[in-house]
């Protein structure tokens, strides 16, 4: 059975005749380990189906089933007992709290873990030294910059090392080195065997993806498995190694001029 499974997943607002369907009848399945990247249009459905994986925006019909668990099935107790087990958030907008240092930003969801203060605080260690900001832990927000605000908030999604990571336009505020950066740092989370579901509208994050979900008007419109780009492309520069390799050969046994 896949890891996570939606099930003709339908999301109304409004009632009766006014009702207005952003996510329309929509199934798909994901696998342990993908990173899938869903794209769309400024109001197709995106982020409303991304709230309803993250079990925080409960469908109107359908079923979402992770790791054959039915999450709607579950007392709002248990969703919020199951988020903290299985899914890291990242959000467009940092969501830092503006008086608490990098460390204690990064420890925030551990606040409901039962465990010594000096084990969260190692928790937290950990990451940041995965993004690389160990050295700034006792710094406050406003004396980091926009790139660093950013690994911050990927260390507190990752803090409680959840199987699961989702991720809503997590480049959506940076420079193009920035978001290379950030981009890389995920894809090295999903080899090591983190999911990740990431919605984004930029076709060079998309590249980073194994598989792109299509939403247009609430309505899955394009299941499209891929190879990542950046793949394809070592790949293509593997190949072009022996003929290099040949040309300098070439260019060696040819006899000096003049």
């Not at 995965?130 to 980091?144: C, D, F, S, Y």
Request: aromatic fraction near 6%; include cysteine.
């Amino acid at each position: 059975m896949s890891y996570i499974i939606a099930d003709k997943l339908v999301k109304k607002f409004g009632k009766g005749d006014a009702a207005v369907a952003a996510v329309a009848d929509i199934s798909f399945q994901i696998e342990e380990g993908d990173f899938v990247g869903i794209m769309g249009e400024s109001g197709a459905g995106k982020s409303t189906l991304l709230g309803i994986m993250g079990a925080m925006n409960a469908p109107t019909s359908g079923q979402l089933i992770v790791d054959d668990i039915d999450i709607y099935s579950l007392g709002q107790e248990q969703r919020a007992d199951f988020r903290r087990e299985f899914l890291g958030f990242i959000f467009q907008s940092f969501h830092l709290v503006p008086y608490l240092t990098v460390m204690e930003n990064v420890m925030l969801p551990l606040v409901v873990v039962k465990a010594a203060r000096n084990k969260k605080r190692e928790m937290a260690k950990v990451a940041l030294a995965q993004v690389g900001l160990l050295e700034k832990a006792a710094r406050l927000p406003n004396q980091i910059s926009g790139g660093e605000k950013e690994r911050v908030a990927i260390a507190r999604s990752i803090v409680n090392e959840p199987p699961v990571l989702l991720a809503d336009e997590p480049t959506g505020n940076l420079d193009t080195k920035t978001t290379r950066e950030i981009m890389e740092l995920l894809l090295q989370f999903n080899q090591e065997g983190m999911t990740i579901v990431m919605v984004t509208h930029s076709p060079a994050c998309a590249n980073y993806a194994q598989r792109i979900l299509r939403v247009t008007d609430g309505r899955l419109a394009e299941d499209e498995s891929k190879q990542r780009s950046i793949e394809k492309w070592e790949r293509n520069e593997r190949k072009r190694e022996p003929l290099l390799s040949q040309d300098q050969k070439i260019v060696a046994a040819s006899p000096p001029i003049g």
